[in-house]
T-cell receptor, first 116, second 115 residues
Framework: AQTVTQSQPEMSVQEAETVTLSCTYDTSENNYYLFWYKQPPSRQMILVIRQEAYKQQNATENRFSVNFQKAAKSFSLKISDSQLGDTAMYFCAFMVGSGNTGKLIFGQGTTLQVKP | NAGVTQTPKFQVLKTGQSMTLQCAQDMNHEYMSWYRQDPGMGLRLIHYSVGAGITDQGEVPNGYNVSRSTTEDFPLRLLSAAPSQTSVYFC??????????????FGAGSRLTVL
């Protein structure tokens, strides 16, 4: 079975500091994709960043970057220069293949609070 | 505005009642899906569809029915609601890419309470 585990239910960080959210996954597949989604209090699911498993280079989107360790099956999210608007629940998600098999499997979520 | 539209946003039901959660998208996406979100469990896939007339079960399909008569619409039916179906429901859609990741677009969610 394919699973995604986020071991930190809650985290907090001071504004302007850096925080890292952890995610591990389990699969025997070689072709897959990894995502981080943000869910603010509005409940809207927002894509933060994605990573293709075949790419060695870690993905970066402005203040958000990932540390993708394929052998360890680890996919952590680093938020630099944290802002109050980053307060949200963050979900790590995993998708095997593409096309008709593109079902997304989510972790349990990490609630992040950014403190002023 | 382009996107995924879910209705209603909130609904309270009594045990045994039936209802339909509506989902519509105007992006001509082939893939549509329904997830439920419960505390401590993330989002779990209920049903999905890869095109009109084609549906399949996800991780937690029991108690739910779906149909896909058009590309745009993918309603989720609860035939006899149970308290265990109290949850927040999300509809999500995407194009189907032959290579690369399908990036889902999510609706705003529907909070359902079953008493």
């Amino acid at each position: 079975a394919q699973t995604v585990t986020q071991s930190q239910p809650e985290m907090s960080v001071q504004e302007a500091e850096t925080v890292t959210l952890s995610c591990t996954y389990d699969t025997s597949e070689n072709n897959y994709y990894l995502f981080w989604y943000k869910q603010p209090p509005s409940r809207q699911m927002i894509l933060v960043i994605r990573q293709e498993a075949y790419k060695q280079q870690n993905a970066t989107e402005n203040r958000f970057s990932v540390n993708f360790q394929k052998a360890a099956k680890s996919f952590s999210l680093k938020i630099s220069d944290s802002q109050l608007g980053d307060t949200a629940m963050y979900f790590c998600a995993f998708m095997v293949g593409s096309g008709n098999t593109g079902k997304l499997i989510f972790g349990q979520g990490t609630t992040l609070q950014v403190k002023p | 505005n382009a996107g995924v539209t879910q209705t209603p946003k909130f609904q309270v039901l009594k045990t045994g009642q039936s209802m339909t959660l509506q989902c519509a998208q105007d992006m001509n996406h082939e893939y549509m899906s329904w997830y439920r979100q419960d505390p401590g469990m993330g989002l779990r896939l209920i049903h999905y569809s890869v095109g009109a007339g084609i549906t399949d079960q996800g991780e937690v399909p029991n108690g739910y029915n779906v149909s896909r008569s058009t590309t745009e619409d993918f309603p989720l039916r609860l035939l006899s609601a149970a308290p265990s179906q109290t949850s927040v429901y999300f509809c999500a859609s995407s194009t189907i890419r032959r290579t690369g990741a399908n990036v889902l677009t999510f609706g705003a969610g529907s909070r359902l309470t079953v008493l």
